[in-house]
């Protein structure tokens, strides 16, 4: 069964530092991967997705992912946070079972930017 | 063009009775995914709907919950005899096509419910 973890619940990081948020994967399939971005009272917003091709996918607001077959990671990256980046990331996989493909999350990883 | 619209955005019940709950999948979506996330947790899968019919309910309690998605108005998720374990945010999600299509889902801001 697919699953993600997120070893990191909490992470806290100064404006225009760089940000490492980490997700590995559980999958015995092909894997399509996904990030997330909730802010407060929101809900979930596409950051970016891996599908197929380079394994390198980036987001229009500077957020860069990387799939990593040999080590089941989807790491999210960014090389300077802004205080607008503080929310919860959600990393998740596509998964099959129960005869149809649904996201399972990670428990979810909280970036606070600190100016 | 609007996004997922749910409805209410706060529902507050008492121990056994009943919630519903509403979306409006996005214009031209047919496919409906309802979650829901527990304090501290990720979203959880509960059921995916197109019109007029379930597609997988695999995550949905046995018990108590049941979802619709008739083919004029919105999909309904309700809830039966609501206990303190039911209170939740609960989002909806639509897509155009399912997932593996490249079609990536919407999400609302979600319902939070809230068991007195």
């Known amino acids: 069964a697919q699953s993600v973890t997120q070893l990191d619940s909490q992470v806290p990081v100064f404006e225009e530092a760089p940000v490492e948020l980490r997700c590995n994967y559980s999958?015995?399939?092909?894997?399509?991967l996904f990030w997330y971005v909730q802010y407060p009272n929101q809900g979930l917003q596409l950051l970016l997705k891996y599908l197929s091709g380079s394994t390198l996918v980036e987001s229009i607001n500077g957020f860069e992912a990387e799939f990593n077959k040999s080590q089941t990671s989807f790491h999210l990256r960014k090389p300077s946070v802004h205080i607008s980046d503080t929310a919860e990331y959600f990393c998740a996989v596509i998964s099959s079972q129960g005869g149809s493909e649904k996201l399972v999350f990670g428990k979810g990883t909280k970036l606070t930017v600190n100016p | 063009n609007a996004g997922v619209m749910q409805n209410p955005r706060h529902l507050v019940r008492r121990r056994g009775q009943e919630a519903r709950l509403r979306c409006s999948p996005m214009k031209g979506h047919s496919h409906v995914y309802w979650y829901r996330q527990l304090p501290e947790e990720g979203l959880k899968f509960m059921v995916y709907?197109?019109?007029?019919?379930?597609?997988?309910e695999s995550g949905m309690p046995k018990e108590r919950f049941s979802a619709e998605f008739p083919k004029e108005g919105p999909s309904i998720l309700r809830i039966q005899q609501v206990v303190r374990g039911d209170s939740a945010a609960y989002f909806c999600?639509?897509?155009?096509?399912?997932?593996?299509?490249?079609?990536?889902?919407?999400f609302g801001d979600g319902t939070r419910l809230s068991i007195l």
């Open positions: 999600a639509s897509s155009p096509r399912g997932l593996l299509s490249n079609q990536p889902q919407h």
């Open positions: 709907l197109q019109k007029e019919n379930i597609i997988d």
């Open positions: 999958s015995s399939v092909s894997v399509y």
